[in-house]
């Protein structure tokens, strides 16, 4: 009995790992579908006599999650098409097709495309639609058709992209939010742990602090995103100050990362120093406590609480641990900390204590 559910195990996770995926991109495929369908029967309507494949086109590369980008990718789509179109039909009016052609046509596309951006990069859309207008055997009748095709499908990509299934930028904010908080804590109070397990782990804690760091860069960026997407999405209107304010919350707690690398730093570089251990002993005494203190205030600040009632009672911590240990080492530990502090209530400082080198 014990083999056969061992052999269905598998199964299993990968039955779960089907329904999450359906589950959470599901919703998106859906939203492409029918935008696509409708791209498709306007341009019908408005009167395609060949199959309006270009209008298709349109919301298969522009939905890819949240309205903003909808918006963004269509109009940079129809602008590159119209520019790029323009482009390939003014230099095949004026050269014969050649490889010099070619290249002139692919040069002037990237050109226009550095110019025409919307809120991204370099508008390859341009050169695309050049090329493909150079390789066509009737490129005026083809201009026309990719010109109003790719016009129809991103007016409708834009108008239907807020309304079918749009994602819920309240809740990606509140996951991301979450696991800021876990990771800004566990770099908070791993280091300070790391302190008294010698160099090699305060060099592991270094890399994973890094690892933290990076993934709260990236968080930040998402929530960027999602916020934005807030603003033009009119079925989640009554959250939109609270993912504002969630944004801001979490856009502060990436401000907090440097002071987090610069704290690991520090204890990778002091763990092991025979000629600090005295200096070390007192400072594994008091660190983990003044960790935990910081860390329930990020954990305030990512609940969308006010992080006042766990900041006061660290920089209290903090200013008891300054008239204990006036020591380079301790000034240098204890600096992170507070910037830490500082960075989550900025109006005051607790003391006007000068940092020193190691």
Excluded: K
Aim: hydrophobic share 50%.
């Amino acid at each position: 009995m014990t083999d056969l559910a061992d052999a269905r195990a598998p199964w299993d996770r990968r039955a779960l790992r089907a329904r999450e995926i359906v589950r959470t991109e599901g919703p998106a495929a859906a939203r492409i579908v029918v935008t696509v369908a409708v791209a498709w029967q306007v341009a019908l309507w408005l009167g395609a006599d060949q199959p309006p494949v270009f209008a298709a086109i349109v919301p298969l590369v522009a939905l890819r999650g949240d309205p903003m980008t909808a918006l963004g990718t269509s109009l940079q789509r129809a602008l590159g098409v119209v520019a790029g179109v323009l482009i390939g039909i003014a230099v095949l009016n004026v050269l014969s097709p050649s490889t010099a052609t070619l290249a002139l046509v692919v040069a002037a596309g990237l050109g226009v495309g550095m110019v025409l951006r919307v809120g991204g990069g370099l508008n390859i859309q341009v050169a695309a639609s050049s090329l493909l207008v150079f390789a066509s055997t009737s490129p005026d009748a083809y201009a026309l058709h990719r010109v109003w095709e790719t016009v129809a499908g991103a007016a409708v990509t834009i108008l239907l992209a807020p309304l079918l299934w749009p994602p819920d930028p309240h809740r990606i904010l509140e996951v991301i939010a979450d696991d800021c908080r876990l990771r800004l804590t566990r770099a908070l109070t791993g280091t300070a742990a790391a302190l008294g397990a010698g160099p090699s782990a305060a060099r592991d804690n270094l890399t994973l602090v890094d690892a933290h760091v990076e993934a709260v860069h990236a968080n930040a960026a998402r929530a960027r995103e999602a916020e934005r997407a807030m603003r033009f999405n009119p079925l989640r209107r009554r959250h939109r100050d609270t993912a504002r304010l969630q944004a801001r919350n979490i856009a502060t707690a990436d401000g907090l990362t440097p002071h987090l690398t610069s704290l690991a730093r520090e204890v990778a570089a002091l763990s092991g120093r025979e000629d600090l251990a005295p200096e070390l002993a007192r400072a594994r005494r008091r660190l983990p406590e003044l960790a935990a203190l910081t860390a329930r205030a990020v954990e305030l600040l990512l609940s969308g609480r006010d992080p006042q009632p766990a900041v006061t009672p660290a920089r209290e911590y903090v200013t008891a641990y300054v008239d204990a240990d006036s020591r380079p080492l301790a000034v240098v530990l204890r600096r992170p900390f507070q910037q830490l502090l500082d960075d989550l209530d900025p109006p005051s400082r607790p003391t006007g204590e000068t940092p020193s080198p190691t």
